[in-house]
């Protein structure tokens, strides 16, 4: 959980908070693998007004044990994962086969130190996006991500707005790093999922 003391502009394609906006904090909960309520947003919701967060804030969920957080900074960039490769999918497959590990879900949350526009903050979603997608290549894993990941890219609300968010910009470039940095840590091992190890 990430409660700002101010609140910041997000651009996320989280369940809860997705879109371009300004958000107040940011909840990334561990549930079971069996979990399959269709209302995620009003869940996490929920979650967040018992944990006391109040305001517009970004929701996500995951299976892996979200004290596995792996932490990254570069160059002022700040990227926090929690990354689950078993059920590795190419994005453009042309059916997809049946996972042969029930885990899954890389969710990256990033802090960059300046403030982007709104295209800024898109290609910086990219940005991430494509960083994960090469470790998890250098990995030797036959996928771009899985089919449940999620992006959450935080900036200040004000000061001079940077135009650009891609992998040789100004901010991208640390992100792009970062983000790598983040995946590749976790290597090729299997993480337990959560509800697997309340069983063991």
Same mark, same amino acid.
């Given at each position: 959980?990430?409660?700002?003391?101010?609140? &910041?502009?997000? +651009?996320?394609?989280?369940?809860? @908070?997705?879109?371009?906006?300004?958000?107040?904090?940011?909840?990334?909960?561990?549930?079971?693998?069996?979990?399959?309520?269709?209302?995620? =947003?009003?869940?996490?919701?929920?979650?967040?007004?018992?944990?006391?967060?109040?305001?517009?804030?970004?929701?996500?969920?995951?299976?892996?044990?979200?004290?596995?957080?792996?932490?990254?900074?570069?160059? @002022? +960039?700040?990227?926090?994962?929690?990354?689950?490769?078993?059920?590795?999918?190419?994005?453009?497959?042309?059916?997809? =086969?049946?996972? =042969?590990?029930? !885990?899954?879900?890389?969710?990256?949350?990033?802090?960059?130190?300046?403030?982007?526009?709104?295209?800024?903050?898109?290609?910086?979603?990219?940005?991430?996006?494509? =960083?994960?997608?090469?470790?998890?290549?250098?990995?030797?894993?036959?996928?771009?991500?899985?089919?449940?990941?999620?992006?959450?890219? &935080?900036?200040?609300?004000?000061?001079? !707005?940077?135009?650009?968010?891609?992998?040789?910009?100004?901010?991208?470039?640390?992100?792009?790093?970062? !983000?790598?940095?983040?995946?590749?840590?976790? @290597? !090729?091992?299997?993480?337990?999922?959560?509800?697997?190890?309340?069983?063991?």
């Amino acid at each position: 959980m990430w409660r700002f003391g101010r609140s &910041l502009r997000a +651009v996320s394609s989280a369940p809860l @908070g997705g879109g371009i906006g300004i958000r107040r904090w940011v909840l990334n909960a561990t549930v079971p693998m069996s979990y399959d309520r269709d209302d995620p =947003a009003e869940h996490l919701a929920a979650m967040a007004r018992d944990l006391g967060l109040d305001g517009p804030g970004v929701g996500l969920l995951t299976g892996v044990d979200v004290g596995e957080v792996v932490a990254r900074t570069d160059t @002022g +960039v700040q990227v926090w994962a929690t990354v689950g490769l078993g059920t590795p999918i190419p994005a453009a497959a042309p059916t997809v =086969a049946a996972a =042969a590990q029930p !885990v899954g879900t890389v969710n990256i949350v990033a802090y960059v130190p300046a403030r982007l526009g709104d295209a800024a903050l898109v290609n910086a979603v990219a940005t991430a996006t494509e =960083a994960k997608t090469q470790a998890i290549t250098e990995l030797g894993l036959p996928g771009t991500g899985t089919p449940t990941d999620a992006v959450v890219v &935080l900036c200040p609300p004000d000061g001079p !707005v940077h135009a650009y968010g891609g992998p040789r910009s100004t901010w991208g470039a640390p992100l792009a790093r970062a !983000v790598h940095a983040a995946v590749l840590a976790v @290597g !090729v091992d299997t993480v337990v999922p959560w509800s697997d190890r309340l069983r063991s």
